[in-house]
């Protein structure tokens, strides 16, 4: 039985669907609604990741200071972010990757992606 969670998360919770072994499901949303904003992980922040770890560390030349920990879910949106793509890009693939509803995953994304932002880990 494949892992499952509707539990919307922060960074320090981070995320955690089942993996859908690259098969598709659910649609997309309507053109108006899309965020097409191109996003990057700012390069003043390091990735690391340890088994089912992930944490997110800045190198310098931030304001924030501190540490952001996440599972899976969180590592798929930093690898994601490391070149550039739009929130819908990350949903999209997160949809295709992970056994969750749609809507949900697009409102983990978006949850992700601000609290990104408050800590200047964005490059928009």
Do not use: C, W
């Amino acid at each position: 039985m494949k892992e499952r969670s509707a539990d919307s998360v922060g960074l320090s919770a981070a995320f955690a669907y089942g993996h859908r072994d690259g098969v598709r499901h659910g649609g997309s949303r309507p053109e108006e609604e899309r965020t097409e904003t191109d996003m990057k992980l700012n390069a003043g922040f390091l990735l690391h990741t340890a088994g089912d770890q992930t944490i997110l560390v800045p190198a310098g030349g931030t304001e924030f200071s501190g540490v952001v920990q996440g599972n899976k879910t969180l590592r798929a949106i930093l690898e994601l972010l490391q070149t550039e793509t739009t929130e819908d890009g990350i949903a999209q693939e997160l949809a295709a990757r992970f056994d969750a509803p749609e809507d949900t995953i697009r409102k983990d994304v978006r949850k992700a992606l601000d609290e990104l932002r408050k800590i200047g880990a964005l490059d928009e």
